[in-house]
């Protein structure tokens, strides 16, 4: 059970590259989100999405697209990538609970703007 | 929205110590839920501990326990008998009990460095 997995580990993007950051979960949760986490800013949620097809704006989505063709699969795109987009992403699952028990992360993404 | 702060970026305990991290947070909500999260320097976000708003009792796990305070809005973590490998950075979170996508809303942290 792999539970949530992000791919790539680490990137290195100069100003203006674009590139899509994947995120798959195997624990067939509804909700999906994607948080970035700066030095000193805890982790900021992007977008996040209660289902295939559907996706929200967070508290940071700027500069950021996200999709979520496949219950599975919940992809945040940069078209055009910043130095202030430098910053450690991650992804996260939930089942559709109030609980808050099955909130599982992935093991984030590097990701360095230059 | 909803929004937590804490209050100590760094921490310092010695081992077999107790250490207490601060919380508070601010919503207008009756039902929601508090965590602690740990992040080792790993990076991998672990659950420390969960309290329910709607229950007074205070949550505990081992050596972890929390002080809920709902009127005052405050959630701190103490750590008893501090060991070298609770150094980490600690998050606290808030998440609504209202189905509004239940994303975790996180402040900013608070690092913990445990001496021998």
């Known amino acids: 059970n792999a539970g949530v997995t992000q791919t790539p580990k680490f990137r290195v993007l100069k100003t203006g590259q674009s590139m899509t950051l994947l995120c798959a979960q195997d624990?067939?949760?509804?909700?999906m989100y994607w948080y970035r986490q700066d030095p000193g800013m805890g982790l900021r949620l992007i977008h996040y999405?209660?289902?295939?097809?559907?996706?929200a704006k967070g508290e940071v989505p700027d500069g950021y697209n996200v999709s979520r063709l496949k219950k599975q699969n919940f992809l945040l795109g940069l078209e055009s990538a910043a130095p202030s987009q430098t910053s450690v992403y991650f992804c996260?699952?939930?089942?559709?609970?109030?609980?808050?028990?099955?909130?599982?992360f992935g093991s984030g993404t590097r990701l360095t703007v230059v | 929205a909803q929004t937590v702060t804490q209050s100590q970026p760094e921490m310092s305990v010695q081992e077999a110590e107790t250490v207490t991290l601060s919380c508070t947070y601010d919503t207008s909500e009756s039902d929601y839920y508090l965590f602690w999260y740990k992040q080792p320097p790993s990076r991998q976000m672990i659950l420390v501990i969960r309290?329910?708003?709607?229950?007074?009792q205070n949550a505990t796990e081992n050596r972890f326990s929390v002080n809920f305070q709902k009127a005052a809005k405050s959630f701190s973590l103490k750590i008893s008998d501090s060991q070298l490998g609770d150094a980490a950075m600690y998050f606290c979170a808030y998440r609504s009990a209202r189905d509004s996508g239940y994303a975790l809303n996180f402040g900013k942290g608070t690092s913990l460095l445990v001496t021998p």
């Open positions: 624990m067939n949760h509804e909700y």
């Open positions: 309290q329910e708003a709607y229950k007074q």
């Open positions: 999405s209660v289902g295939e097809g559907t996706t």
């Open positions: 996260a699952s939930s089942p559709r609970d109030r609980d808050g028990y099955g909130y599982t």
